[in-house]
């Protein structure tokens, strides 16, 4: 199967010379031709916490495009060929939380000698653009309700408000916002007052019914909602170093999903928080808000509106080939982004070190949080080991685990198998494997996400595969797994435990 060159496609710009490099800029969709064995890079800016997108079409020749993200030092951060293999043949990088401000390059090759013509496009959020807006056409957008003027004004929404204390939003009732969605919008503040707030809602479902998202001249953010026409704080004014108090031209975006919402200024990470106050529907608003002076107004224009969603394979997210690597919270913050779990939940359970050693054949559990049961559940670690002789040894992560001989293990071995095996007794049920060349390193990653009906396995981010199982209620723990009688040890860190409803 071809995805066992998984490694491959990110070692191509070490081997084929590329042509001069081209600025990649978000939703600005560009073309190439991949000959043979060659590649095509484009460089783009992206800071700290955004959240990319990176499609590849083919559109010509029997090209099978893959593509890699790499930093400014040529490491590799991330890549995919076909997400949706053997149907399609395109690569879909999708949500992905950018580590650290840097200059990047996305690189586009052809798997396995293919070649032709492609068309590549980086979009913030997701990887479909539901709508896109410019303004400059008949203006659909209007007040929720009075006194917010609004009006289309040198292909801008301008929107101006008086009156103390009022919260103007405008809509267009034609706009279908979906479930999950990623709004991006640029402002420009255009009010001759000193104070000013300006902001976007959520799920407005009329004047009394909404979520609110407020930026203010002083370089602070705040997220309310409101209900039966009155206002709670989920959380009130707070600074963020990337908001520039005064600064009167910027981006604002929110990541809606399920209960989460992510608040992002100039494409900066600068709040998340969870509420469940108003689950589902509304719509998405464009908003000017006055302070409590008798005198107040305010007034701005919004351009370049954009939503983009999730891409669905057969009405669902689709798996992503590979994780960006962090800390847990960060690890449980990217599975929720890219919709490989559901939105909330709490991380359960954190270890920071264990260790376990074993000579014996089979497998030799260490069990964590005293026993606490989980059933729909991220379970990660990063391990290393060591072993006094040659053969066949690897470590892994117990789950599902109701005594000494039920339960399920998810492990890498030395020599690059991988798979997850159910023990039902004195025997192991054949479950998922796989194989892959294993680099030379100091610490290896492992993740399973156990799900209602199956689980899903990452290797170093990468994805190993899909055991259809039905959850159950069970202990985690770490382990050691001898294929052979050789003396092994297994040091584990930052094993971790993200459980939902």
């Known amino acids: 199967m071809k995805k066992l060159a998984f490694i491959g496609f990110v070692?191509?710009?070490?081997?084929?010379?590329?042509?001069?490099?081209?600025?990649?800029?978000?939703f600005?969709?560009?073309?190439?031709?991949?000959?043979?064995?060659?590649?095509?890079?484009?460089?783009?800016?992206?800071?700290?916490?955004?959240?990319?997108?990176?499609?590849?079409?083919?559109?010509?020749?029997?090209?099978?495009?893959?593509?890699?993200?790499?930093n400014s030092a040529g490491a590799a951060i991330i890549g995919n060929d076909d997400y949706h293999y053997p149907e399609s043949g395109d690569s879909l990088i999708e949500a992905i939380t950018i580590p650290r401000t840097d200059t990047y390059t996305a690189t586009v090759s052809g798997f396995g000698g293919t070649s032709g013509e492609y068309n590549l496009s980086m979009l913030a959020g997701y990887g479909l653009v539901s709508a896109s807006q410019n303004f400059n056409g008949s203006l659909s957008w209007q007040a929720a309700a009075e006194p917010l003027q609004v009006e289309a004004v040198d292909g801008?929404?301008?929107?101006?408000?008086?009156?103390?204390?009022?919260?103007?939003?405008?809509?267009?009732?034609?706009?279908?916002?979906?479930?999950?969605?990623?709004?991006?919008?640029?402002?420009?503040?255009?009010?001759?007052?000193?104070?000013?707030?300006?902001?976007?809602?959520?799920?407005q479902t009329g004047t009394n019914a909404f979520y609110l998202l407020t930026i203010n001249e002083r370089g602070q953010w705040r997220f309310?909602?409101?209900?039966?026409?009155?206002?709670?704080?989920?959380r009130d004014w707070t600074p963020h170093p990337a908001i520039l108090a005064g600064n009167k031209t910027f981006t604002l975006a929110m990541l809606v999903n399920g209960s989460n919402f992510d608040f992002f200024y100039n494409d900066s990470l600068i709040g998340r928080l969870t509420d469940t106050t108003i689950s589902e529907g509304g719509r998405l608003g464009l908003a000017v808000i006055t302070?409590?002076?008798?005198?107040?107004?305010?007034?701005?224009?919004?351009?370049?509106?954009t939503i983009t969603t999730p891409v669905l394979v057969d009405g669902s997210p689709v798996p992503p080939s590979q994780l960006i690597l962090s800390a847990p919270a960060g690890m449980a913050q990217e599975l929720q982004r890219r919709n490989v779990i559901p939105s909330g939940g709490e991380m359960a359970l954190t270890v920071g070190e264990s260790?376990?050693?074993?000579?014996?054949?089979?497998?030799?559990?260490?069990?964590?949080?005293?026993?606490?049961?989980?059933?729909n559940f991220a379970l990660g670690t990063t391990f290393s080991w060591q072993a006094d002789a040659e053969g066949i040894t690897g470590c892994g992560l117990i789950f599902a685990a109701a005594d000494e001989t039920h339960y399920t293990l998810a492990y890498l071995d030395r020599a690059g198998g991988y798979g997850i095996s159910q023990r039902q007794g004195d025997s192991f049920v054949p479950g998922l494997f796989g194989e892959k060349p294993l680099p030379e390193k100091s610490a290896y990653h492992l993740l399973v996400v156990v799900l209602e009906d199956r689980v899903l396995y990452y290797v170093d981010g990468v994805y190993g595969g899909t055991l259809e199982m039905a959850a159950v209620d069970g202990a985690v723990g770490n382990a050691v797994v001898n294929f052979e009688p050789v003396n092994t040890s297994c040091q584990f860190r930052d094993t971790w435990v993200w459980r939902w409803s």
């Open 355 to 375: 260790f376990i050693g074993s000579a014996r054949p089979g497998v030799e559990r260490f069990m964590l949080g005293r026993g606490a049961s989980f059933r």
């Open 156 to 203: 801008q929404l301008a929107l101006a408000l008086d009156g103390p204390e009022q919260v103007g939003a405008a809509v267009d009732r034609g706009l279908n916002v979906p479930p999950v969605y990623f709004a991006r919008v640029s402002v420009t503040v255009t009010t001759s007052q000193a104070n000013w707030m300006v902001g976007l809602t959520a799920r």
């Open 11 to 26: 070692l191509l710009a070490l081997v084929f010379p590329a042509r001069a490099q081209q600025d990649l800029v978000l």
């Open 28 to 70: 600005t969709p560009v073309s190439g031709r991949i000959e043979a064995g060659s590649q095509q890079s484009y460089r783009f800016q992206a800071v700290e916490g955004s959240l990319l997108s990176f499609v590849v079409q083919a559109a010509s020749g029997d090209l099978d495009p893959q593509i890699s993200i790499t």
């Open 291 to 305: 302070d409590s002076s008798r005198t107040a107004q305010m007034s701005a224009r919004f351009d370049n509106l």
């Open 224 to 234: 309310s909602v409101r209900t039966s026409g009155q206002d709670r704080m989920i």
